[in-house]
Protein backbone atom coordinates (compact mmCIF):
# COMPACT_ATOMS: atom_id res chain seq x y z
CA UNK A 1 0.00 0.00 0.00
CA UNK A 2 1.96 3.21 -0.70
CA UNK A 3 1.98 6.19 1.82
CA UNK A 4 1.53 8.68 -0.34
CA UNK A 5 -2.18 10.41 -0.27
CA UNK A 6 -4.27 10.63 -3.16
CA UNK A 7 -4.06 13.76 -4.66
CA UNK A 8 -7.43 15.13 -4.45
CA UNK A 9 -6.72 14.57 -0.70
CA UNK A 10 -3.66 15.42 -0.44
CA UNK A 11 -4.69 19.13 -1.03
CA UNK A 12 -5.56 21.18 2.39
CA UNK A 13 -9.29 21.52 2.58
CA UNK A 14 -10.38 25.55 2.52
CA UNK A 15 -12.82 24.46 5.80
CA UNK A 16 -10.19 24.26 8.48
CA UNK A 17 -12.30 22.23 10.47
CA UNK A 18 -12.67 19.41 7.93
CA UNK A 19 -10.30 16.66 9.72
CA UNK A 20 -12.26 17.08 12.37
CA UNK A 21 -15.83 16.66 11.28
CA UNK A 22 -16.04 12.90 12.27
CA UNK A 23 -15.61 13.90 15.77
CA UNK A 24 -17.66 16.88 16.12
CA UNK A 25 -21.09 16.65 17.74
CA UNK A 26 -24.15 18.99 17.94
CA UNK A 27 -25.74 20.39 21.49
CA UNK A 28 -28.24 22.42 21.84
CA UNK A 29 -28.41 25.26 25.06
CA UNK A 30 -30.94 24.84 27.64
CA UNK A 31 -30.14 26.94 30.19
CA UNK A 32 -27.91 30.68 29.93
CA UNK A 33 -27.81 32.59 32.98
CA UNK A 34 -25.81 34.89 35.38
CA UNK A 35 -23.74 32.83 38.13
CA UNK A 36 -22.28 36.28 39.51
CA UNK A 37 -21.92 39.85 37.38
CA UNK A 38 -18.98 38.57 35.07
CA UNK A 39 -19.56 34.76 35.19
CA UNK A 40 -22.23 32.97 32.80
CA UNK A 41 -22.82 29.49 32.82
CA UNK A 42 -24.21 27.55 29.35
CA UNK A 43 -25.50 24.12 30.26
CA UNK A 44 -26.10 22.48 26.71
CA UNK A 45 -27.64 19.00 26.11
CA UNK A 46 -26.36 16.14 23.48
CA UNK A 47 -27.50 12.60 23.44
CA UNK A 48 -23.95 11.51 22.42
CA UNK A 49 -22.68 12.29 25.76
CA UNK A 50 -24.21 8.75 26.85
CA UNK A 51 -21.23 7.49 25.06
CA UNK A 52 -18.41 9.89 26.46
CA UNK A 53 -16.03 9.42 29.09
CA UNK A 54 -14.73 12.61 30.93
CA UNK A 55 -11.68 13.46 33.57
CA UNK A 56 -12.19 16.06 35.62
CA UNK A 57 -10.33 19.09 34.03
CA UNK A 58 -10.97 18.16 30.27
CA UNK A 59 -12.38 21.37 28.14
CA UNK A 60 -14.86 21.26 25.22
CA UNK A 61 -13.35 22.72 22.03
CA UNK A 62 -16.68 25.03 20.71
CA UNK A 63 -17.30 26.47 17.12
CA UNK A 64 -18.41 29.93 17.50
CA UNK A 65 -18.05 31.28 13.97
CA UNK A 66 -18.48 29.48 10.90
CA UNK A 67 -15.58 28.16 9.44
CA UNK A 68 -16.90 28.16 5.93
CA UNK A 69 -17.45 31.98 5.98
CA UNK A 70 -14.79 34.17 4.33
CA UNK A 71 -13.96 34.97 7.98
CA UNK A 72 -13.47 31.65 9.04
CA UNK A 73 -11.41 30.35 6.17
CA UNK A 74 -8.76 33.05 6.26
CA UNK A 75 -9.14 33.19 9.97
CA UNK A 76 -9.52 29.96 11.38
CA UNK A 77 -8.16 30.80 14.67
CA UNK A 78 -11.26 32.86 14.98
CA UNK A 79 -13.86 29.90 14.52
CA UNK A 80 -12.89 27.92 17.74
CA UNK A 81 -13.07 29.04 21.71
CA UNK A 82 -12.28 26.34 24.38
CA UNK A 83 -14.07 25.98 27.76
CA UNK A 84 -13.18 23.97 30.58
CA UNK A 85 -16.05 21.65 31.42
CA UNK A 86 -17.89 22.30 34.87
CA UNK A 87 -19.87 19.79 34.82
CA UNK A 88 -20.56 16.74 32.94
CA UNK A 89 -23.57 14.03 33.40
CA UNK A 90 -23.63 11.23 31.43
CA UNK A 91 -27.21 10.25 32.33
CA UNK A 92 -28.91 13.69 31.18
CA UNK A 93 -26.80 13.71 28.65
CA UNK A 94 -25.87 17.49 29.25
CA UNK A 95 -22.78 19.37 30.48
CA UNK A 96 -21.87 23.01 31.69
CA UNK A 97 -19.39 25.55 30.62
CA UNK A 98 -18.62 28.83 32.80
CA UNK A 99 -17.45 31.63 30.93
CA UNK A 100 -15.56 34.91 31.97
CA UNK A 101 -17.45 38.57 30.95
CA UNK A 102 -14.24 40.81 31.16
CA UNK A 103 -14.01 43.95 29.74
CA UNK A 104 -13.19 44.37 26.40
CA UNK A 105 -13.89 42.71 22.90
CA UNK A 106 -13.39 39.13 21.33
CA UNK A 107 -15.44 36.44 19.52
CA UNK A 108 -15.65 34.34 22.82
CA UNK A 109 -16.77 37.15 24.83
CA UNK A 110 -19.47 37.95 22.13
CA UNK A 111 -20.95 34.37 22.01
CA UNK A 112 -20.96 34.57 25.77
CA UNK A 113 -23.17 37.42 25.92
CA UNK A 114 -25.30 36.36 22.98
CA UNK A 115 -25.78 32.99 24.03
CA UNK A 116 -29.87 31.61 24.35
CA UNK A 117 -31.69 28.74 24.69
CA UNK A 118 -32.07 26.95 21.88
CA UNK A 119 -29.23 27.86 20.29
CA UNK A 120 -27.58 24.85 18.52
CA UNK A 121 -23.40 24.40 19.74
CA UNK A 122 -21.07 22.46 17.79
CA UNK A 123 -17.80 21.19 19.98
CA UNK A 124 -15.44 18.59 20.39
CA UNK A 125 -13.79 16.63 23.09
CA UNK A 126 -13.71 15.99 25.92
CA UNK A 127 -9.80 16.82 25.83
CA UNK A 128 -7.20 18.31 27.79
CA UNK A 129 -4.44 16.90 30.14
CA UNK A 130 -5.41 19.23 33.41
CA UNK A 131 -6.48 16.42 35.45
CA UNK A 132 -5.74 15.46 39.44
CA UNK A 133 -2.91 14.02 40.83
CA UNK A 134 -4.40 11.05 43.39
CA UNK A 135 -1.61 10.43 45.26
CA UNK A 136 -0.32 14.01 46.48
CA UNK A 137 0.39 15.11 49.66
CA UNK A 138 -1.91 18.03 48.80
CA UNK A 139 -2.99 20.02 46.30
CA UNK A 140 -2.19 23.48 45.98
CA UNK A 141 -4.85 26.11 43.55
CA UNK A 142 -3.82 29.11 42.28
CA UNK A 143 -6.00 31.44 39.59
CA UNK A 144 -8.36 33.74 38.53
CA UNK A 145 -11.71 34.08 37.47
CA UNK A 146 -11.10 31.94 34.26
CA UNK A 147 -9.35 29.35 36.23
CA UNK A 148 -11.64 29.14 39.06
CA UNK A 149 -13.98 27.53 36.09
CA UNK A 150 -11.90 25.14 35.70
CA UNK A 151 -11.08 24.05 39.35
CA UNK A 152 -14.76 23.74 39.77
CA UNK A 153 -14.81 20.10 38.70
CA UNK A 154 -11.17 19.11 40.34
CA UNK A 155 -12.62 20.21 43.67
CA UNK A 156 -15.23 18.37 43.15
CA UNK A 157 -13.63 15.28 42.87
CA UNK A 158 -11.32 16.00 46.04
CA UNK A 159 -12.45 13.86 49.09
CA UNK A 160 -12.84 15.45 52.38
CA UNK A 161 -9.77 14.21 54.06
CA UNK A 162 -7.35 15.28 51.49
CA UNK A 163 -5.50 18.80 51.97
CA UNK A 164 -6.19 21.14 49.69
CA UNK A 165 -4.68 25.02 49.93
CA UNK A 166 -5.19 27.81 47.44
CA UNK A 167 -6.01 30.82 46.56
CA UNK A 168 -8.67 32.18 44.19
CA UNK A 169 -9.00 35.96 42.38
CA UNK A 170 -11.67 38.09 41.51
CA UNK A 171 -12.08 41.82 40.89
CA UNK A 172 -14.52 42.04 43.89
CA UNK A 173 -16.50 39.92 46.35
CA UNK A 174 -19.19 39.93 43.65
CA UNK A 175 -17.21 38.31 41.03
CA UNK A 176 -16.25 35.56 43.50
CA UNK A 177 -16.91 32.35 41.40
CA UNK A 178 -18.71 29.83 43.37
CA UNK A 179 -16.77 26.56 43.65
CA UNK A 180 -18.18 22.63 44.69
CA UNK A 181 -16.42 20.31 46.91
CA UNK A 182 -16.01 20.41 50.89
CA UNK A 183 -12.68 22.40 50.56
CA UNK A 184 -12.39 26.54 50.93
CA UNK A 185 -9.73 28.39 49.42
CA UNK A 186 -9.20 31.96 50.14
CA UNK A 187 -9.91 34.49 48.15
CA UNK A 188 -8.49 37.73 47.16
CA UNK A 189 -10.04 40.93 45.41
CA UNK A 190 -8.31 42.86 42.17
CA UNK A 191 -10.52 46.28 43.32
CA UNK A 192 -9.00 47.68 39.70
CA UNK A 193 -4.94 46.48 39.81
CA UNK A 194 -4.60 44.97 36.52
CA UNK A 195 -5.17 40.74 36.52
CA UNK A 196 -1.85 40.76 33.75
CA UNK A 197 1.34 39.96 35.64
CA UNK A 198 -1.20 39.87 38.92
CA UNK A 199 1.02 40.66 42.25
CA UNK A 200 -2.16 40.32 44.20
CA UNK A 201 -2.35 36.76 42.95
CA UNK A 202 1.14 36.24 43.52
CA UNK A 203 1.21 37.63 46.57
CA UNK A 204 -1.58 36.05 48.48
CA UNK A 205 0.17 32.28 47.33
CA UNK A 206 3.46 33.58 49.05
CA UNK A 207 1.66 34.34 52.02
CA UNK A 208 0.32 30.71 51.81
CA UNK A 209 1.05 28.73 55.35
CA UNK A 210 2.17 25.41 52.76
CA UNK A 211 3.57 22.74 54.61
CA UNK A 212 7.69 22.52 54.22
CA UNK A 213 7.66 19.87 51.59
CA UNK A 214 5.96 20.01 48.54
CA UNK A 215 2.95 19.08 47.13
CA UNK A 216 1.29 19.16 43.42
CA UNK A 217 -0.04 22.58 41.90
CA UNK A 218 -2.61 23.86 39.73
CA UNK A 219 -2.37 27.21 38.20
CA UNK A 220 -4.52 28.38 35.87
CA UNK A 221 -5.44 31.71 34.56
CA UNK A 222 -3.66 35.14 32.91
CA UNK A 223 -0.11 33.33 31.73
CA UNK A 224 2.31 35.53 32.80
CA UNK A 225 0.86 35.78 36.43
CA UNK A 226 1.00 31.82 36.29
CA UNK A 227 4.65 31.92 35.49
CA UNK A 228 4.83 34.50 38.32
CA UNK A 229 3.78 31.87 41.02
CA UNK A 230 5.31 28.99 39.30
CA UNK A 231 8.80 30.18 39.27
CA UNK A 232 8.23 31.27 43.11
CA UNK A 233 7.51 28.19 44.07
CA UNK A 234 10.27 26.58 42.49
CA UNK A 235 13.09 28.95 43.47
CA UNK A 236 12.12 30.26 47.23
CA UNK A 237 9.71 26.71 47.98
CA UNK A 238 12.16 24.42 46.51
CA UNK A 239 9.18 22.52 44.32
CA UNK A 240 10.28 20.76 41.05
CA UNK A 241 8.48 21.88 37.65
CA UNK A 242 7.40 18.79 37.75
CA UNK A 243 4.53 19.21 40.30
CA UNK A 244 3.09 22.54 39.07
CA UNK A 245 0.89 22.69 36.06
CA UNK A 246 0.22 26.09 34.62
CA UNK A 247 -2.71 26.63 32.28
CA UNK A 248 -2.13 29.83 31.04
CA UNK A 249 -6.09 30.37 29.45
CA UNK A 250 -5.53 33.89 28.58
CA UNK A 251 -3.16 37.07 28.04
CA UNK A 252 -3.07 40.24 26.24
CA UNK A 253 -2.01 40.66 23.00
CA UNK A 254 -0.43 36.91 22.40
CA UNK A 255 -2.35 34.79 19.34
CA UNK A 256 -3.98 31.94 20.77
CA UNK A 257 -4.00 33.23 24.48
CA UNK A 258 -7.12 35.57 24.25
CA UNK A 259 -10.83 35.32 25.58
Given at each position: ???????????????????????R??????????V?P????????C???????F???????I?I????????????????R??????????T??F?I?G?????????L?????????????????L??LA????????L?????????????????L??D????GV???????D??P??G?????????R???????RV????????????????A?I?G?A??G?????Y???ERG?E?????VK???TP?K??L??
Amino acid sequence: MSNSPAPSTARRSLNPLDRFAKNRKDGVVIEAELVTPTMKRVRIACDRLADMTFVPGQHFRIEINDPLSLYGIFRPSETLRTYSIWDFDQETTTFEIRGHLYEGDGIGLRWLHGVKKGDTVPFWGPLGDLALTPDAPYHLFAGDETGSAAFGPLLRALGPDQKVYGVLESETPDDDVPVPGPHTLGRVHRRGASPVASRVLADAVAALDLPDTPGVAYIAGEARTGQAIRNYLVQERGWERTAITVKPFWTPGKKGLHH
